[in-house]
Structure formats: C-alpha cells, structure tokens
C-alpha cells in the first residue's frame, strides 16, 4: 500500500509539478499510449457496449411486459448505461486488454532490467513508462465510456425499434426524459476514476514484478483482479456518494 | 510520421467523444448557457418526485424545465396568499411555447405511478390578460397515492387505537351493536319470509288484476264501439231534448202568461168551486145516510121512508 501511495504521489510530481520546473511531459509518448489504450480499444468496447445495450433492453422488455410497461424500456437502458454499466462494462473491457498490457510491459521491462538502465541513464522511470500510460488513461477510458454509453443506447433502440415496434423519436424522448444530467455526469466521474485506479494499479504491479518470466504473469493476472476488485468496490463508494447527495 | 497519425488518431477520437458528450449532456440537462425565454413562479406544499430540471407540461405537451426550486422563509410562508406552501419553483418555458394568460394553474403530475414527476401547466382563460414574465401562478396539490396512503394509515391507527384503548368500553359497545345487529338480521329474515308470502300473494293479485285490466279492457273496447255507435243518435236525442226543453219553457213562459190574465177569473171559479165541494160533502153526507136507511129498511123504496127511529150511534 505504502508503494502504491508513494507512486501516486510520484505521478502527481511528475504530470503537475514537474512541467513548471523544466521537465515537460512526454506528449508523443502519450498520444502513442492513447492510441493503444483507448482507439485500438474501440472496437471492443463498442461491441461489448452493444451487447450489453441489447441484452438490457431484451431482459427489460420481458419483465416489464408482464406490466405492460414496455414503454419503461428506454428508461431502463438510459438509467443502467449512463449510471453503472457504461462506465464499469468500459473499465473491465480496459483492464482485461489494457490494463493487463501495462503490467505485462512495464514487468517485462523491469525483469530484463531496462528499469535499472532507465536509472542509470538518469532518466526516471514514473516519468518516463508510468505519466503517459496514465495521462492516456485518464483521457481514453472516459472517450471509451462516451462512445459505449452511446452504442450501448443504440443497442437499445434497436431492440425497442424491431422489437417492440417503438419509434425512434419516441425512443430518444424517453431516454432524454428519464435520464438526467447527473446521470450522465456520475458516470463519467466514475469512469475518471476507474482511469486512475486501473493506470496506478496496473503500473504498480509492473514496476514491482519480481521472478522473470513467471512473476510477470503472476503480476499481470493480480493487476487485473486487483484492478477489478478496487474498481467495483470504488463503484458501489461513488454509487453510495451520488446517493447522498442527490437525495 | 507515425507519431503524427497516433496524434491526429487520438485527437480525433477525444475530440468526438468530447463533442458526443456535450451533446448528451445538453440533451439531458438542457442548454446551461442559454437564458431560459420566460419564466412562472409558483408556490407547492409538498413536491416529492420534482427536482432541478425536472419538466414542465403545458396542458400534457414539454413546454420547459424547472429553472430552480427554492425553500421559503417562515416571514414568506406567513405572506403567502397559502401559508402551507413551502417551496417556490421557478418554471423556465420554452421559447416555442405562445403566450400563457391568467388563470393557470400548477399541479404535480405524473404519466403513470411508476414514471417521474413533472409540473404539469393547465387551464387559463385565452380572453384573460397575458401572464407577464416571472408571474406567480397558483397551484393545486394533487392527490397522490401516498397521500391516500398516509390518510389510510392514520384512520387503521385510529381503529387500532379504538380498539386497544377502549378494551373496556369500546369492545363490549361493539358487541353490543354486534348483538343489535344479530337481532336485527333476524327480524330481517322474518320480514324477508313474511315478505315473501306476500310477495306469492301479490303475484296471485296481480294475475288477476291482469285478467281484470284484459276484461278492463274488452270492456273500453266495447264501450268504445258503443259509444261510437250511439254517438248519431244520442246527438240527434239530445238536439231533440233540447228543443223539447225549450218547447217547453215556451209553454211554461204561456202558461205563466194564461195564469197571469186568467189569475182573477181563477179565484171566482176556485170560491165557486170551493162552494160546490161543500155542497157535494152536504150531498155525500145525505146521500150516505140514505144508503145506510136503506140498507136497513129496503121495503122504503117500494113504501116509502116513513118515521123511523135514530139509532144511538146516528145520534153520537
């Protein structure tokens, strides 16, 4: 734990102090990093947001028609994607290609010692592997969670469309009325902090590897469940947060 | 050169979603940066379920949002026209929505009783003023569920409370009227059984009143023709009646005139009439006395009547 503050503390030195002292920031590194982060991760994310529209809007319309309330569908798909499943379905989609891939490389990196050689060159580590992973993270994961809020919406309707026979007009009106901007907003304060908890985590984990080949795995697969656990429990704190204070 | 290309790619991405969620977030929460066209102030006792943004209906259609909800001060509630209104909403229309005139009024309202609150806007009169901006509109605090909900509670803790607390009295006050209530079921029933004979009578009465009403009937029918038959002839009977009243009243009319003029002619023959009658009684009297002489002596009418001798009784 004490590693993982001292890193955060690290990351903040070098993403907002250090720019002012003549040290800037690694913007090409970061690009190439939110590429690989977040655009490569389109696809993926966009099915996984896809699906999970559909299969929401398909479970939703069962159930609420035993009520004959199938017009409460869209309200159902609006609320669950833009307050819990957006952010959370983005950030595992995240964490198993990656997250994993931070760990994997930054491990990779630390037992054939080219972390001891970044040091000798002077060069710090945090500064150089660990700031544009996680300025990428911090950008891409809430892009993500924007794109997948918005596929899984048309997943959505398009079970409200050819299934239950809604219209579009009346499809986005139902959405717009029920959900509200908090909605949207606690969403992405979420996916923010997923962003910090799966970079901080992910590059802990590799900057700590020990044991060659076979600690590089051991820490890849505990990156990804710590990652995992940390953000779901941080979901139900923002949940419980954003309970309390719109209420 | 590839450098660049992660650049443009990432920029572009970020810059998509950046534009994607501002998008959503102005669908949802509408435009922050525009001043609402008009606003409504109203004034709500209890507004479970509304919230900042929260929509307003004019008459069923989206007509604007809630701009702001503010609590109010005791020294407001104590101005207030309703000093149970609590809360103050600002109600900001949209700019399609035409002009609005007095006599709105503003409710909580919802589709069903799952869907979200709104403020639904309702009536005014079209020949009324225009409401000006920021004008204060009554509301009304619908009846909600919860409200009956509540009223239900408290009447079950009343009954409750009737029937705990007045284990003494309140119980044996409900058998009583239990007891009543039993013996009044009972005569209930008789009545119910003795109305039932009747009721049997009654159908006998009326099946006879029915064959009556039929005979009833035949008989108009009858008499319908009768009447219809003898309509000619009672007329002309009754044309007849008629001039025989008035020959009538003609001879009475002479024979007031003969009476008149013969009145004194009249009171001479009566006298003499009179005078003759008691000549006749004089003439019967002897008549009857010769009767009887002769009943007793017949030989007079050969001998004649001779001296005879008064018998006591002609004498008396």
């Not at chain 2, 929460?29 to 507004?47: E, H, K, M, S, V």
Request: include cysteine; glycine fraction near 8%.
């Amino acid at each position: 734990m004490r590693d993982y503050f001292a890193l955060n503390a690290s990351i903040l030195y070098w993403t907002f102090l250090a720019p002012f002292r003549g040290k800037a920031l690694r913007i090409a590194a970061t690009f190439h990093q939110m590429v690989r982060i977040g655009v490569q991760a389109v696809p993926m994310t966009a099915l996984t947001s896809l699906s999970i529209g559909v299969t929401l809007a398909m479970q939703g319309a069962h159930e609420l028609s035993r009520m004959g309330a199938t017009a409460f569908v869209p309200d159902l798909v609006g609320m669950s994607l833009l307050r819990e499943l957006g952010p959370l379905l983005v950030g595992v989609v995240v964490i198993g290609r990656s997250g994993s891939a931070i760990t994997a490389e930054i491990g990779t990196m630390k037992v054939s010692e080219e972390i001891e050689a970044l040091e000798v060159m002077a060069i710090n580590p945090v500064r150089f592997l660990v700031v544009p992973r996680f300025l990428a993270m911090m950008v891409m994961l809430p892009t993500l969670t924007v794109f997948g809020n918005y596929i899984g919406l048309a997943g959505g309707w398009a079970i409200c469309r050819f299934s239950l026979g809604m219209n579009t007009d009346a499809y986005i009106r139902r959405v717009v009325e029920s959900a509200h901007v908090m909605d949207l907003y606690s969403g992405m304060i979420k996916s923010i902090v997923f962003a910090w908890l799966i970079a901080t985590i992910s590059c802990l984990y590799g900057l700590t590897v020990r044991g060659g080949a076979e600690g590089v795995g051991r820490s890849t697969t505990n990156s990804v469940v710590v990652c995992i656990l940390s953000m779901l429990v941080a979901n139900a704190l923002l949940t419980a947060f954003f309970f309390v204070v719109e209420s | 050169m590839k450098k660049l290309g992660d650049t443009a790619t990432a920029a572009t991405v970020v810059v998509c979603s950046a534009i994607m969620l501002v998008a959503l977030a102005f669908a949802l929460g509408g435009n922050p940066f525009r001043a609402p066209g008009r606003t409504l102030r109203t004034q709500f006792t209890d507004i479970t379920g509304i919230q900042q943004s929260s929509l307003v209906k004019y008459a069923g259609a989206p007509a604007g949002t809630v701009h702001s909800i503010r609590m109010l001060s005791p020294s407001e509630r104590t101005a207030s026209e309703n000093p149970a209104n609590t809360v103050e909403l600002v109600l900001a229309l949209n700019r399609d929505v035409p002009d609005l005139n007095e006599g709105l009024v503003a409710s909580v309202a919802s589709d069903t009783l799952l869907a979200d609150k709104f403020i639904l806007l309702d009536g005014g009169n079209p020949s009324a003023p225009v409401l000006a901006n920021g004008a204060m509109i009554p509301s009304i605090t619908p009846v909600t569920f919860d409200h009956i909900l509540r009223d239900l509670n408290s009447t079950l803790a009343g009954i409750d409370g009737i029937l705990a607390g007045g284990a003494d009295g309140g119980l044996s006050r409900i058998r009583e009227t239990l007891d009543q209530l039993n013996a009044a079921i009972t005569e209930a029933r008789a009545l119910i059984s003795g109305a039932s004979s009747m009721v049997e009578e009654g159908r006998g009465l009326v099946k006879n009143g029915n064959q009556l009403l039929d005979e009833a009937g035949d008989l108009v029918g009858d008499g319908r023709s009768l009447i219809a038959e003898t309509r000619e002839p009672l007329k002309s009977l009754l044309a007849e009646l008629s001039s025989a009243a008035d020959s009538l009243d003609d001879m009475a009319k002479r024979a007031d005139a003969l009476v008149k003029n013969n009145e004194g002619n009249l009171n001479t023959t009566i006298v003499d009439a009179r005078k003759a009658v008691a000549d006749l009684k004089v003439a019967a009297a002897s008549a009857r006395e010769l009767i009887d002489s002769l009943k007793a002596r017949p030989q007079q009418i050969i001998w004649g009547p001779g001296r005879q001798r008064r018998t006591e009784q002609q004498q008396r």
